[in-house]
């Protein structure tokens, strides 16, 4: 397949995954900052989102910087990782309309966390089919992806007593991710 078209294909989904989402937010009920100020979870929510969107982005071409071949499951792992993102829109709207509910931070913990496989089990397959980018992929491995899953392993525990902690575990998690984004480029100058 294609690398170029292939990547330019999902930067197109991912750029309408991420639009989709602002068109769910909700209308002020008037001009008053009373009624602005109630939107603060639902942007607050979006916001999260789309930071997470907007890092994952910055990965998945870090990560297929290098690559010379996209074999079917490529293919097929990135269609499911894009298939999961897709339900972003849903799920944040869920959130942000309900961010102390255990069910929508639960479903949201769930795409999370598959979303976060299926990207994982593409780098897999990526360096199985491309061994030479094992070096040059993504800005940030190990520790984050540590991190990151025990973040989400333990909120299927966490959100049981405090239903937002996974918004403040996207938040902590998108943080990081910049800080490593940014001296990864900074590595590489």
Not at 61 to 68: M, P, R, Y
Not at 88 to 112: D, H, K, Q, S
């Amino acid at each position: 397949m294609n690398k170029e078209r292939f990547l330019a294909f999902t930067d197109a989904i991912i750029a309408i995954i991420a639009t989709i989402m602002v068109l769910d937010l909700p209308r002020p009920t008037n001009e008053s900052a009373a009624a602005l100020s109630t939107l603060g979870i639902p942007i607050f929510a979006y916001f999260l989102s789309f930071l997470m969107i907007w890092n994952v982005w910055y990965n998945h071409h870090a990560l297929f910087k290098e690559v010379k071949i996209i074999n079917a499951r490529i293919y097929w792992l990135t269609g499911l990782w894009i298939l999961v993102m897709s339900l972003f829109p849903l799920i944040t709207g869920y959130v942000g309309r309900y961010p102390n509910a255990r069910i929508p931070e639960l479903l949201y913990l769930i795409v999370l966390t598959v979303w976060a496989i299926t990207f994982n089990l593409t780098e897999i397959e990526l360096i199985r089919e491309n061994p030479h980018i094992v070096n040059t992929m993504r800005p940030y491995g190990g520790s984050y992806r540590i991190v990151t899953f025990a973040m989400l392993v333990s909120g299927y525990i966490v959100i049981w007593f405090w239903p937002a902690y996974i918004l403040v575990t996207v938040l902590f998690l998108s943080v990081m991710a910049i800080f490593m984004q940014l001296r990864h480029r900074g590595q590489q100058k």
